[in-house]
C-alpha cells in the first residue's frame, strides 16, 4: 500500500485556523457571550477543513484529536478528582472549618497578601494549582464574602499562589516536564526560573498590598455579613481537630513524591469517613458529596452559595470544553500548522533577545491555540531547543521561558482546561481574575527584559545538560 503523502501547508494556510478562533471566540464569546464549546468546535471544523484541503482524511483528522486528547487526559483526570475532593471536604468539614477561623484571624487588609501567600506555600509543597484552588482556594473565597473584598480580586491573589508553585515546585508535573522537553536538568531549571519568577510574585504581593493598605481590597467589611457566616457553619457543622487531616494527607503525600491522584482519592475518603462519624451524614449523602457535590441547605442564601459545590459531576464542563480546544489543537498540530508557525516565528530569532521574543511568543500563540500548558512546554520547547544550541545558550535559558509564558499564562486564557477550572472552581470569570494575577503575565515580562539586556542568561556549559550544575 502506497504511503499517503500530506502537502505542506503554506503560512497563510496555517493562518486560517488561528484567525477563525480568534474571531469565533472574539465576537462569539468576548462580545455574544455564547458558548465557548460550539465556538471551539467551529474553528476545529475550520482546521478540518484546511487540513483536508492539505491531503489528509477524516481517519487521519481523527487520529490527530485522539493524539491530543491523549496529552491532556492526565490534567482531565486531576479536574476530576479535585471536584470528588471539594465535595468530600465540604461534607467533612474541613472547608466550613477553614473559612470560619480565616475570618477570625485574616485582616482585611492583609487578605490578598495572605491569600497568594498560603496559596504558594501550599502549591509548592502540594505542587498542584488544580488542587490548591479547589481546596484552600475555595476556602480562601469564602473568606473573601464574609470579609467584603473584591472577589475578582481574591480570585486573582489565589491563582497567582497557585501558579507560584506550579512554576517552582520539584513536584509540579509543569516543572518536571519543562527541562525535559527543553533538555535542561530539573533543579537548574527551578533555581533559573527563580530569576524571572520571585521578582513577578514580589510585584504582585506589593500591589495586593497596596490594594488592601488604601482601602481598594475591602473598602467596607460587612460586620453582619461576617457574623452570619460563622454562626450558621457552627451551626451546621461540628468542629473537630480531625478535620485537618484531608489537607494533611494531601500535602503528605506530595511530600513523600507520591503520584497525585491517589493521594488525593486517600484523602477524599478520609473526608467521607469524617462526614460519616463527626458531621453525622449517612452513607448515601458523604458518598454522594463525591460525584455530586455538597448541596447545603441552611436558609442562609450567603452561606448555601459558599457552601453547595464540588463533586466530579461539577467538573464535566471543564472536561466538554478541554475536549474540544484538545480537538481543535490536536488537528492544527497533525496538519503541521502549529511548525509551520512556529518556524517563522524562530526565523525572526538572530539575537538572543529576539530569540527569547520568539519563545515567549511562540508558548503563548500554542496555549491560545490548544488551551494546554502540557502543548505550550512541549511543542516551543522541542522546536527551540536547536536554536539555543546554536546561539551557545543554556537549555535552562529556554525551559525558565517555557514555564514563564507557558504553564502560568493558561489559566488566563477563558477557553483553556485551566481558565475554566479556576472560574468554575472560585466563581469568577476568568477575563475577572486575569488582570488580578500579576504573577502570571510579569513572568514573562522578566523574561523578555532579560533576553534583550543579558542579565540572568546562562551560557551554554557542557554537551549534556541534563547534568546537574548546567
Same mark, same amino acid.
Given at each position: ?169 520539584? #513536584? ?25 519568577? $520571585? ?23 460587612? $460586620? ?14 461540628? #468542629? ?7 489537607? #494533611? +494527607? ?14 488525593? +482519592? ?7 469517613? $469524617? ?93 491560545? $491555540?490548544?488551551?494546554?500548558?502540557? +502543548? ?14 546554536? #546561539? ?79
Amino acid at each position: 500500500m502506497p504511503e499517503k503523502r500530506f502537502r505542506q501547508p503554506t503560512f497563510f494556510q496555517s493562518l486560517i485556523p488561528l484567525i477563525s478562533l480568534a474571531l469565533f471566540l472574539g465576537v462569539g464569546y468576548g462580545i455574544l457571550h455564547l458558548n465557548a464549546e460550539i465556538l471551539l468546535i467551529a474553528a476545529a471544523v475550520v482546521a478540518g477543513l484546511v487540513a483536508w484541503h492539505l491531503g489528509y482524511s477524516y481517519k487521519d483528522i481523527e487520529a490527530g484529536i485522539l493524539e491530543s486528547l491523549l496529552k491532556g487526559m492526565p490534567a482531565m483526570l486531576i479536574v476530576i478528582v479535585v471536584g470528588a475532593l471539594i465535595g468530600s471536604w465540604i461534607a467533612a468539614g474541613t472547608i466550613p472549618l477553614l473559612i470560619y477561623y480565616g475570618l477570625q484571624i485574616i485582616s482585611p487588609q492583609f487578605f490578598l497578601v495572605t491569600a497568594c501567600l498560603v496559596s504558594s506555600i501550599v502549591s509548592v509543597v502540594s505542587g498542584t494549582s488544580y488542587g490548591t484552588v479547589g481546596t484552600i482556594g475555595v476556602a480562601f473565597m469564602g473568606i473573601a464574602h464574609g470579609l467584603n473584598v473584591p472577589l475578582d480580586q481574591a480570585a486573582g491573589a489565589i491563582v497567582a499562589g497557585a501558579y507560584f508553585g506550579d512554576k517552582i515546585s520539584p #513536584f509540579s508535573d509543569t516543572t518536571n516536564l519543562a527541562p525535559i522537553a527543553a533538555g535542561s536538568n530539573l533543579y537548574d531549571h527551578i533555581r533559573h526560573t527563580l530569576w524571572t519568577t $520571585l521578582p513577578a510574585w514580589l510585584l504582585g504581593l506589593a500591589v495586593y498590598a497596596l490594594l488592601g493598605l488604601t482601602g481598594h481590597s475591602a473598602p467596607t467589611v460587612n $460586620l453582619n455579613n461576617t457574623q452570619v457566616i460563622q454562626n450558621t457553619l457552627a451551626e451546621l457543622f461540628r #468542629f473537630h481537630w480531625l478535620l485537618f487531616l484531608p489537607p #494533611f +494527607l494531601t500535602l503528605y503525600s506530595a511530600l513523600k513524591k507520591k503520584p497525585v491522584i491517589p493521594g488525593m +482519592l486517600l484523602s477524599a475518603g478520609v473526608a467521607v469517613v $469524617l462526614a460519616i462519624t463527626i458531621q453525622g451524614l449517612d452513607l448515601k449523602t458523604a458518598l454522594g458529596s463525591l460525584v455530586e457535590g455538597y448541596r447545603a441547605n441552611s436558609g442562609v442564601e450567603l452561606v448555601d452559595r459558599l457552601l453547595t459545590r464540588g463533586g466530579m459531576v461539577s467538573m464535566m464542563r471543564v472536561t466538554l470544553l478541554a475536549f474540544c480546544a484538545f480537538g481543535f489543537g490536536g488537528i492544527v498540530q497533525k496538519a503541521g500548522m502549529l511548525d509551520v508557525l512556529l518556524t517563522h516565528l524562530l526565523k525572526f530569532a538572530n539575537t538572543t533577545g529576539k530569540l527569547i521574543a520568539s519563545t515567549v511568543a511562540a508558548c503563548i500563540s500554542t496555549a491560545l $491555540l490548544t488551551g494546554s500548558s502540557f +502543548l505550550s512546554i512541549l511543542i516551543p520547547g522541542e522546536l527551540f531547543a536547536p536554536a539555543y544550541r546554536k #546561539f551557545n545558550l543554556a537549555a535552562k535559558n529556554l525551559s525558565r521561558t517555557t514555564e514563564d509564558s507557558g504553564t502560568v499564562v493558561v489559566p488566563l486564557i477563558p477557553w483553556s482546561i485551566a481558565g475554566v477550572f479556576m472560574a468554575g472552581t472560585l466563581g469568577v470569570e476568568t477575563v475577572a481574575y486575569a488582570k488580578w494575577a500579576v504573577m502570571n503575565y510579569s513572568g514573562f515580562l522578566f523574561a523578555l527584559l532579560y533576553g534583550f539586556t543579558g542579565f540572568a542568561v546562562a551560557p551554554r556549559k557542557r554537551e549534556d545538560e541534563t547534568m546537574p550544575g548546567s
